[in-house]
């Protein structure tokens, strides 16, 4: 079962990273780059019939730090 | 306009950051992890009217190493 799981920092945390790939595309001539935020995103295969429950705790415990960033999971319905 | 750039490992490159984790989450208890990739995440803040081509361009010359990686695009239609 294949699993996607975003993890963004979370809205007001500064995100050096994406400011500077938005310096590098304003300077290689991209207009309207307003903004860029990066984040990771992890395709996790899990075995079937993993919960959601035990996505989150591994998202808790280890994929993100909750205290500075978000996460979203998509998986399989079911 | 919000457009989301997913770059991800060819399939048959190595990631050890993405073995790194399915090795941690082993460790941790989680069962049947059997496979994890790790990849980047981009949400860009463009200008309305910004065209597909030109996102293409933008991943191909800075946000994607695309000897490596494969990139996808996700942008409101229109």
Known sequence: MR????VMLKDGVLDPQGEA???ALGTMG???????RQGKLLELDLADGTSR????????????NTVIESYA???PAG
């Open 3 to 6: 699993v996607r799981v975003t």
């Open 21 to 23: 790939v938005r310096r």
């Open 30 to 36: 991209f207009d309207g780059v307003q903004g860029v």
């Open 53 to 64: 429950d035990e996505v989150r705790a591994m998202c808790d415990r280890l994929l993100a």
């Open 73 to 75: 999971i998509e998986m």
